[in-house]
């Protein structure tokens, strides 16, 4: 049961994106729900997990008040679950007493959708941090959903494997966040995002229960593909517990290049040029010059800041087939217009560009007092088009917009910056923004390819799905979650 908090001042001051901010009663009143989880629930909570595993200082429930958009909201408690049994009894407790449950691992995502914005009680993962095997013998691993990507991967890599799946935020991101988001990363122009690699999941649902879905073969087409359907869903259909992945061969060879371009114009159309010409790099990622200067002012790689835009090109596999993938691609951006394609001498070098690339949202959030990535996808060969509309729309609407993108995988990734203080130019953002998700619908793209819809872009589904689509995914989310308590207000 929730009781509304509305005359206790919540006041603190914390570090965000490099600036302080005072968040007072007055703030949240205004654009948030502010709840307090009644104390006899927070005394169950206490019995299930221990006392020491239920937060509810002001101190630490803004801590999980946001993440990395401009989206907030203040929860009542954070409980930090052992094991799914003690998940199990919080959900029933939960479902009873109509409280909401927001699952968070690494706090990183982009479209708000770990934020408690119907407050209620943040189910933090971080205990679930084990990986239980790696299977070199069936090319798969196992792995608790609270494991920070990066060390999966490393685990991995030692055994000669490879999970290609590699979000940006993958040194900060969790395996159960990337699930739930469905996340994706460079290597999806070539390998995919996390559902083409998820084969097993262990989830507890809104009523407690506890359900096992798939395992560790490769071919499973019994029932209901409910691994699909939970993979991507945001945590508002279930809490996942453990993960099973499939796994493939670590790559023998691969190179890196930057194709260096007079026009953004003509790094877009090299990319629709790789791909028709049935070149498919591991990674295929456009940056404008108003991106590479930001991050040469963050973090030194040599991006040159005299280019309109460049590509970063990665390919892998066996040592001759990289070799001549990569002259061909070096031949494709030369015809489109590169005036110089670099080529990567040393794996410290490739490391220092990719390490620019992953820096690049830091770069300009460090710039900017409030930041919207977007995630516009729209086919491949509609590329340069969807490049050539956001550049229109910047303009039109005086927003700085530096554009980076995974490319290959026709993914966009315009970045906003702007000043949510700013209430006329936080309306000319919002119109761009609107604009650009209309753009992409109009060229047969989707709303998101890699960073989920969550709480930011909700109001542009029914664009995509129409009432109908959402009438069926509504149907499902209610024989799930007829309580909805699960992520309250975010996707649908």
């Excluded at 302080?20 to 006899?40: D, F, G, M, N």
């Excluded at 929860?75 to 909401?100: C, F, H, T, Y």
């Excluded at 409030?370 to 229109?392: G, H, L, N």
């Excluded at 664009?463 to 309250?488: C, H, Q, Y």
């Amino acid at each position: 049961m929730l009781s509304e908090l509305t005359h206790q001042t919540y006041e603190g001051e914390f570090t965000q994106r490099g600036e302080e901010r005072k968040l007072s009663l007055k703030h949240y009143a205004e654009r948030r729900c502010l709840y307090l989880i009644q104390p006899e629930v927070i005394s169950k909570l206490e019995g299930i997990v221990g006392k020491e595993y239920v937060l509810t200082k002001k101190e630490d429930l803004i801590i999980y008040s946001y993440d990395a958009t401009p989206v907030t909201g203040m929860p009542g408690a954070i409980v930090s679950p052992a094991d799914p049994a003690q998940i199990s009894a919080v959900m029933k407790l939960a479902n009873e007493n109509r409280v909401p449950v927001t699952a968070r691992g690494g706090g990183t995502g982009l479209s708000g959708g770990s934020i408690p914005t119907e407050g209620g009680i943040i189910l933090s993962m971080h205990r679930f941090n084990q990986i239980v095997e790696i299977d070199e013998d069936n090319l798969t691993a196992t792995t608790q959903p609270g494991v920070i990507t990066a060390d999966f991967a490393t685990a991995v890599d030692a055994c000669g494997l490879m999970y290609p799946p590699d979000p940006q935020s993958a040194a900060m991101s969790t395996m159960g966040g990337n699930v739930a988001e469905n996340a994706g990363g460079p290597r999806g122009v070539k390998y995919g995002v996390t559902k083409d690699y998820v084969i097993g999941l262990k989830v507890v649902m809104a009523n407690g229960d506890i359900v096992k879905v798939g395992g560790k073969t490769v071919k499973n087409v019994s029932g209901y593909d409910l691994i699909r359907l939970f993979t991507g869903s945001e945590g508002t259909l279930c809490i996942i517990t453990e993960i099973t992945v499939r796994l493939i061969p670590r790559p023998e060879s691969k190179k890196t290049m930057l194709a260096l371009f007079n026009s953004l114009d003509d790094g877009a159309r090299a990319v629709s040029g790789i791909i028709k010409n049935r070149i498919i790099p591991t990674t295929l990622e456009l940056i404008d010059q108003d991106a590479m200067t930001l991050i040469e002012e963050f973090k030194h790689v040599g991006f040159p800041t005299d280019a309109a835009g460049a590509i970063l090109i990665e390919v892998d596999g066996a040592p001759a087939d990289v070799e001549n993938q990569a002259n061909k691609i070096i031949e494709v951006c030369k015809s489109s217009g590169a005036h110089e394609v670099k080529v990567a001498q040393t794996a410290e070098e490739a490391m220092g560009l990719w390490a620019g690339r992953k820096a690049a949202f830091a770069a300009i959030a460090s710039r900017a007092f409030t930041v919207y990535t977007e995630d516009a996808t729209v086919p491949r060969s509609r590329v340069p088009d969807i490049v050539r509309r956001i550049q229109e729309i910047a303009k039109k609407y005086d927003v700085r917009m530096p554009i980076l993108g995974h490319t290959g995988d026709g993914n966009m990734h315009p970045v906003i910056m702007a000043d949510e203080r700013d209430e006329a130019g936080m309306k000319r953002v919002h119109a761009a923004i609107d604009e650009i998700f209309r753009a992409t619908l109009d060229m047969g793209g989707t709303l998101s390819g890699e960073h989920g819809i969550g709480k930011i872009k909700q109001k542009y589904m029914k664009w995509e799905f129409g009432e109908e689509g959402l009438t069926v995914m509504r149907s499902i989310k209610m024989a799930l979650d007829p309580n909805n308590i699960l992520n309250p207000g975010k996707m649908l």
